[in-house]
């Protein structure tokens, strides 16, 4: 083992740890936020960006998976995943 590979695996394993103490307070953080003081305030994730209600309708409207993922800007496998959630 040369002094180059010694380095790199050095920065790895500083990079790995770093990267579990981020988690770890992401998790610490999150569990705060869900234990907060008001009820109604509790963290319930992030709101979610695609409205499946839109995709619903147009499912039923006869839509294409293709021509509604191209009019909302988001994937096919997106409008897939939705339309399997719905059991449509």
């Not at 981020?22 to 319930?44: C, T």
């Not at 039923?60 to 800007?73: D, E, H, M, V, Y």
């Amino acid at each position: 083992m040369n002094m180059y590979t010694l380095m790199l695996q050095m920065m790895g394993s500083f990079a790995q740890f770093e990267r579990s103490m981020i988690l770890k307070r992401q998790a610490e953080g999150i569990a705060a936020a869900k234990a907060g003081p008001d009820a109604k305030e509790k963290y319930a994730g992030r709101k979610a960006s695609i409205d499946r209600d839109v995709i619903s309708k147009m499912i039923k409207a006869g839509s294409s998976l293709t021509s509604i993922a191209k009019s909302l800007g988001i994937s096919r496998q997106s409008v897939h995943r939705i339309k399997a959630e719905l059991g449509l």
